[in-house]
Structure formats: structure tokens, C-alpha cells
């Protein structure tokens, strides 16, 4: 039984946390010896979590927090720094065999260790953070704090005794910028939410298509771009539109104001699980990004958690796993050129009767749905995957 040391700056008590952390660990936490650290956004609520504390308890999870702080002001400087520090001394304490990094900033940081320690780590790469970065506006290509952080990148990925990726366009971008050879592309995975037995609607012909929108309504999201979209589409055919977000609903209320949509709607906050557990109820997802050479190799989250519930999909093209899913399985249609042009829209109801017709094909898709999901984002292949990730190294 390897003994690993596991650092994210995601909170564990938020839904990223409890989605794509907490899973992983405890699947493999029967081989291993996890010690977890992780930056909270409310630190005091996470600590006083019993349920959390159950579930650590119960998979002989040990875990260790800092406070998480946004902005950029001095206090958050000296708030992050103090946590780094806390984190040194408990892998001081932890002795552990494997270092594990999730995501850019925490492998920076544990590969400053490993060099001095002489431990093993891994770099979990979720994504070309520098790039996207740079694409959010944060610093102009080729500038100083630009060549600086790919410099720092490139470090860490060659320290690194192996690099966890999420796409296979991702380990071919990373082979051809930096020339990493030990890559593994573990994708994105969830646990499966829905039964998997179709259930025949006896509703012959369907009035009302039921549509479900996951998601925030800023960047990376291009919600403005779906609400106009699905608009159109109940031009030609009545739609239902049920938005789940927390962040952004004054946002969202107000895009739908200035909109007036056809369709009718409805925004709700529930608990992850809970909204997970509602999405078979619906017709199709819709789930429409901003496709930058950086994001083209991500393994959205909410994919998975759609076709987990059997749903078609309408997305735009560009993401990599998307296009494979798209071509292996047709449980997505890209519905890109139905989106650039307002007057194709508005004049092509042809077009969007190909949507249509897409959507009524519900049983097709639920099978597809739940295939695409069984074989490439089940978490029990993840799990399995990084257990075979841990053997892999020695010590």
C-alpha cells in the first residue's frame, strides 16, 4: 500500500470537489494511503461538515485544509502563502511515497518538494491553464509573466515522473510542445446518476420538448449564444427550458428579459445530487462553450453527467472529446451551423427540424447516451487508471 499525498486547490466540500476529487480518492483508497490537502472557501463550514468527516472516516482519508481567498490583495498573498507553508509541514509529517498534484499551481508547488525530497510526483494536467490565461486576457502572448509561466510549465511537467492528461489531443499537444513522454489520459469521469432501463414516454406525438441548461452564464460558457438559439428553435416548436446555476442568475434573469423568449423557463439551485438525480426527466442538454485552442483539449464534466442520464445532446464542434463521442456514438449534434448566421436561423426551419428529429429519437440516444457513458466516462475506468498509475512508480 502506497502512501499518497494528494494537493488540490479546489475545495473538497464544493462541487467540483465532491465530483472530480473525493470519487477518485476513495476508489482507490483501498490500495492506497491518501492524506488530502485542500484550500476551502469557507474553511470553518467545511471543518464542521459531519458528513464529509463520515465519508474521510470511512475510506481512512486523513485531510488537512488552508483557507482559499480570492482577489489579488496582500492579505490573500500572505493567507495563500501560510497555507503552502502548512502544506510543506504536513507532507514533512505525511512521509509520503507519491506526491499528487491536481491541476497547474498545486504541481508547481509539490514539484518545488519533490526536487528537494527526492518523492515522486504526479502532475494531474486538467488543463493549458497558462493559455487559457492568456485567452481570458490576463497577459498578452509573449510577455514577460507569459514566458515566465510556460517556462515554469515546461519545469514542472519534465519533473514530473508522470503527467495525468484528460484528452488524447491534450498528450498529442503536450508531445508536440514539450515533448512529455509519460503521459496517461485519464478523461473526465462521474458516477452513473440514472437507471439504465428506457422508459417508453406513451406521449405520441410530443407537445412539449423539455430542455435542461447546466452551467454559468460567463466564460467559458456561451449561454447567451443557447438561450438565442433555443429561442428560434420554439419558433418552430414548443420548448421548456429548465436553467440550473447558483453564480450568475441575476445575470441569466437579465439576458432573458432583454431576450423575450418563446420558450418558458424555469431557474433552480438545488444540491448537486439532487439536480443530477432530475436529469432524466428531460428531452436533451444543451451545453455550448467557447472553443479556444486551449480549451479544444478539456473533458467537460457536465458531458459525462448528461449522457450518464441518457440524454442527446446540442453542442458546438471543437471540443475533442465531444467530437470523438460525436463520431463513435451520435448521442451529440453539433448545431454549429445553425448558429452562425441569425438570418439561416430564422429562415431554415428545415434546419431546425433536424433538430427536431434528433430529439424525438429518444430511445436511439438513451442507448447511445449510456454507451458513450459506460465506456468513456464511467468512473470505475478512472479509478482502475489511476491505481494503475500509482503501481506504476517505484518506491
Known amino acids: 500500500m502506497k502512501k499518497v499525498f494528494y494537493y488540490t486547490f479546489d475545495g ?8 472530480q476529487v473525493l470519487p477518485y480518492i476513495f476508489g482507490c483508497s483501498d490500495k492506497n494511503k491518501y492524506h488530502l490537502f485542500s484550500h476551502e472557501k469557507n474553511l470553518k463550514q467545511a471543518k464542521q461538515d459531519t458528513e464529509l468527516q463520515k465519508q474521510l472516516a470511512e475510506h481512512s482519508v486523513s485531510w488537512s485544509a488552508a483557507q482559499f481567498m480570492y482577489g489579488k490583495s496582500i492579505k490573500k498573498l500572505l493567507v495563500t502563502s501560510l497555507g503552502i507553508l502548512r502544506m510543506y509541514k504536513t507532507i514533512f509529517t505525511f512521509k509520503p511515497d507519491i506526491l499528487h498534484g491536481r491541476g497547474f499551481i498545486p504541481s508547481v508547488i509539490l514539484a518545488v518538494y519533490s526536487k528537494i525530497s ?3 510526483f504526479i502532475y494531474d494536467f486538467r488543463s493549458f491553464s497558462v493559455e487559457e490565461w492568456h485567452e481570458i486576457g490576463a497577459y498578452p502572448r509573449n510577455s514577460f509573466l507569459h514566458k515566465l509561466l510556460t517556462r515554469i510549465d515546461r519545469w514542472t511537467l519534465k519533473s514530473a515522473s508522470c503527467v495525468v492528461v484528460l484528452t488524447y489531443s491534450a498528450k498529442e499537444m503536450l508531445l508536440e510542445i514539450h515533448d512529455i513522454q509519460n503521459i496517461h489520459v485519464i ?6 446518476i440514472a437507471p439504465f432501463q428506457y422508459k417508453k ?3 405520441e406525438p410530443k407537445k412539449l420538448f423539455k430542455f435542461v441548461y447546466s452551467g454559468g452564464a460567463q466564460y467559458p460558457y456561451e449561454f447567451k ?9 420554439g419558433l418552430i416548436f414548443p420548448i421548456e427550458l429548465t436553467i440550473y446555476n447558483k453564480a450568475d442568475v441575476h445575470l441569466i434573469e437579465s439576458l432573458l428579459f432583454d431576450l423575450s423568449p418563446s420558450f418558458t423557463y424555469k431557474i433552480l439551485n438545488l444540491p448537486h445530487q439532487e439536480l443530477l438525480a432530475n436529469l432524466p426527466n428531460f428531452d436533451c442538454a444543451i451545453f455550448l462553450i467557447d472553443v479556444t485552442p486551449a480549451r479544444s483539449t478539456c473533458c467537460p464534466t457536465k458531458l459525462g453527467e448528461f449522457l450518464s442520464a441518457g440524454l442527446p445532446i446540442l453542442a458546438n464542434s471543437g471540443i475533442g472529446i465531444a467530437d470523438d463521442i460525436q463520431k463513435k456514438y451520435g448521442s451529440i449534434l453539433f448545431i454549429d451551423h445553425l448558429i452562425k448566421s441569425t438570418d439561416d436561423i430564422i429562415d431554415s426551419s428545415s434546419k431546425l427540424n433536424e433538430v427536431k428529429d434528433f430529439i424525438s429519437n429518444s430511445e436511439v440516444h438513451f442507448r447511445s447516451s449510456k454507451k458513450a457513458f459506460n465506456e468513456v466516462f464511467e468512473i470505475k475506468i478512472a479509478i482502475s487508471s489511476y491505481s494503475k498509475v500509482y503501481q506504476s512508480i517505484p518506491g
Do not use: K
Not at 478523461?187 to 452513473?192: D, G
Open 12 to 19: 473538497i466540500t464544493d462541487h467540483l470537489g465532491q465530483s
Open 225 to 233: 449564444l443557447a438561450i438565442e438559439f433555443l429561442h428560434r428553435l
Open 201 to 203: 414516454n406513451d406521449e
Open 118 to 120: 527526492n518523492t515522486p
Open 187 to 192: 478523461p473526465t469521469s462521474v458516477q452513473a
